[in-house]
DNA sequence: ATACGCTGTTTAATTTAATTGTCAAGCGAG
DNA sequence: CTCGCTTGACAATTAAATTAAACAGCGTAT
């Protein structure tokens, strides 16, 4: 993990010295100086105003960061990350669960398995970027609208179509509902 | 930058209690609580201890913290189209099962429910053209070989690779084994 | 040479994060 | 209910990051 580097060597391809990056941060030219030497580990609020300065997103900080592209193909089920928002029942147990197969942020290629417990329901959603996507239902059912269709769908079933168009899925059922679905690209 | 909420959302769905996250991660309960609340900036030295403890990486978690966005459309069971080699045992069963969902042609997705039986074996194909796949498995087992790399997948785990990489599928156990794949482009 | 403007580094003071110990609330078993 | 256990939140202390200011190095122009 070294973080310092890495922002010495955005900076300088940037042209920035030191100074000039504190100002439009509102930082400190040694606060810099500290962490390019990795003597101080920055929180991420002060890393989000160096990044925001330079700009680079925190993700694409961290993605080559980390991701020297090592060759990983096969992926357990717990290596799956939850890319849902954050809804939680009473109970505590997620009512929505979006689980990404790798990273996806490198490869063309976006595949989920997706969980929706009963009465689940993303909402209408508006996306802008030109992409598609589709899943097959494992198992239970879902209520799924796009543009101005409705479907129900259960196990064995798919579908497929347009993100830019507007969709819903709901689970109107008793059951969790179980879909694979895939996407691309997923640039965003 | 909500990386509070979001930091308990993840730490929830796997059901970590603030303590237990804090052991694993070499932090204390009182740490996570004051980040939880957003009532304190965590070092990167920090939040990448409790990433580590999850785990989840640090491209992963801002990634999906930083893009929150968020006709035919519908296919039944059975109006999935078979694209295998038909290749059919002495009971009569196809070995292998390969259904496409739509007809995927004119679509730059190409999603397959995919079915194989016990001893099923793609044997080693060579694909000539730039794309990529990934699945995950509904049931059963199946080994799966990319380059020289060789991985026993099972319920819920999954693969992600580049299509001209040479891959087999095999599957070696006793169950018929069913998978959820999709595919980028789609070019014949 | 002296002075200037720039670079990045270092040190002491300050601000902020992290720890420690404590507290109340919730839950299940006896 | 009471006991024991766990959970998450809080106040005071300790540890660490950040600041402000001084430092040394390097070209260039005065």
Partial sequence: MDIGHRLRAIRKQRGLSQRELATRAGLTNGTISLIEQNKTSPSVASLKSLLDAIPISLADFFATLEDQNTSKYFFTADEFTEIAPS????????VLSLR???NARSSSLQVLHEKYAPGADTGPELLSHEAEEAGIVIRGEIEITVEDEVCVLGPGAGYLFN??????FRNIGTEEC???SACTPPSF
Avoid: D, K, N, Y
Wanted: charge should be negative.
């Fill in 178 to 180: 179980e879909i694979i």
């Fill in 163 to 168: 993100s830019r168009l507007p969709h819903r």
């Fill in 87 to 94: 809804e939680i029942t009473e109970a505590g147990s997620p």
């Fill in 100 to 102: 990404q197969l790798g």
